[in-house]
């Protein structure tokens, strides 16, 4: 079953943005690509750090600490040191709000 949380209003993650957000299940990374949002574990799987914070190039987050790349858009793991993948969240707009689907 579905548990959509609320995450910010739309207007308030303009392209080029992220927000991250503590749920239940873990910190989360929502980013706005052009448009379109993404939700992914804010958790490198290399070292267990963040990766919010860490420079985006096009759909890739790059780890702050390490510099291992993740795709944005599905969780992939791009470039050592990281070989394992991140999870990822479903994503939606309703009433103008972003929402994440913790149990997506």
């Known amino acids: 079953m579905s548990e959509w949380i609320d995450v910010a209003p739309q207007i ?14 873990a910190e989360i990374a929502v980013f706005n690509l052009d448009g379109q949002f993404f939700a992914i574990e804010d958790v490198c799987t290399h070292d267990g750090g963040e990766l919010a914070s860490g420079i985006c190039e096009g759909d890739q987050i790059i780890c702050p600490r390490h510099g291992a790349r993740f795709c944005i858009r599905d969780g992939r ?3 050592p040191p990281a070989y394992e993948d991140i999870d990822t969240f479903p994503v939606r707009v309703e009433n103008d709000i972003v929402q994440i689907d913790i149990d997506g």
């Open 12 to 25: 308030e993650l303009p392209a080029g943005s992220r927000k991250t957000i503590n749920t239940p299940y």
């Open 77 to 79: 793991s791009l470039t």
